[in-house]
């Protein structure tokens, strides 16, 4: 199973009106590196598989991120080296 599976098992087809967002207070320091995103009213998530990342200040110098929008026109992952 990849994160991209786990992504679609769990996506609901309709989001929520965006009024029921909100900023919590683990925005700059999550408990998981995954950020769910909204780019031109389309929604994608952007996530780091190595936990590391938000405990060890060294691994900020350089990341690996994933992206995946569950779009028809991304026919593969997105892999970003930061």
């Known amino acids: 199973n990849s994160p991209q ?5 769990t996506a609901s087809p309709t989001p929520p009106p965006v009024s029921s ?3 919590g207070s683990m925005l700059k320091t999550p408990t998981f590196p995954i950020w769910l995103c909204n780019i031109n ?4 998530i952007l996530f780091c598989t190595n936990r590391q990342l938000l405990s060890d200040w060294k691994m900020e110098h350089v990341f690996d991120l994933h992206f995946y929008s569950g779009q ?3 026919k593969k992952p997105v892999h970003l080296t930061i």
């Open 41 to 44: 009213g389309n929604y994608s």
């Open 72 to 74: 028809p026109l991304q």
């Open 5 to 9: 599976d786990a992504f679609k098992a």
């Open 21 to 23: 967002y909100y900023v």
